[in-house]
Nanobody
């Protein structure tokens, strides 16, 4: 069993910043890849960012240059620094890991409960 807990969401004004954090606990604490998805009401889920255990990163096009994903030294933590936030970034953001810890993709995932990010003036 793997349990993911996110923190750091909230409400900010356009142009503001937030840092999301996620810690994995349970029987598996090492994953080939970790990431963040988001889903806004009425919209499809989208992968915001991912990072492998080797440090390779991938970002949603709209997040490039604004978002930075990182993994902690403990390897079971992942963070998402979000700058220059815009109203269209408003969504529930949730941390994900692959069901198979050695998988290199985030298709079959375990997810946390999520943390709400609201960007509004």
């Amino acid at each position: 069993q793997v349990h993911l807990v996110e923190s750091g969401g909230g409400m900010v004004q356009p142009g503001g910043s937030l840092r999301l954090s996620c810690t994995a606990s349970g029987s598996i604490l090492s994953f080939k890849i970790m990431g963040w998805y988001r889903q806004a009401p009425g919209k499809e889920r989208e992968l915001v960012a991912s990072i492998t255990d080797g440090g390779s990163t991938n970002y949603l096009d709209s997040g490039k240059g604004r978002f930075t994903i990182s993994r902690g030294n403990a390897r079971n933590t992942v963070a998402l620094q979000m700058n220059s936030l815009a109203p269209e970034d408003t969504a529930l953001y949730y941390c994900v890991v692959p069901r198979d810890p050695v998988a290199a993709t985030l298709n079959r995932i375990i997810r946390g409960q999520g943390t709400q990010v609201t960007v509004s003036s």
